[in-house]
Every structure is written in structure tokens, then in C-alpha cells.
């Protein structure tokens, strides 16, 4: 079985950059000019 179409998407994947902000206390608008996704979930 050819497995290299999963393996160009877990490379795609692999590739992003994350950052999950429980309490939101990072400074969001900083961390996207870096081309990070950004979530911020907690109050």
C-alpha cells in the first residue's frame, strides 16, 4: 500500500503552530503577527 498521501498530510499538519490560551493571558494580536493560530478559551 503507498502511504505518501498520508504522509503529506501529517507533514502538513506537523507544520502548524498552535497556541491554546486557557486563561487569555497572552497578547493575541503579537502572537498572530508571528502567523500562529491563536485560541484563547479561558475567562
Known sequence: ???NEF???Y???NN???I???RN???KEK???LNIVY???GR
Open 1 to 3: 500500500t503507498n502511504h
Open 7 to 9: 504522509l503529506n498530510i
Open 11 to 13: 507533514n502538513k499538519l
Open 16 to 18: 502548524i503552530k498552535l
Open 20 to 22: 491554546i490560551d486557557g
Open 25 to 27: 493571558c497572552l497578547d
Open 31 to 33: 502572537i498572530k503577527e
Open 39 to 41: 485560541r484563547g478559551i
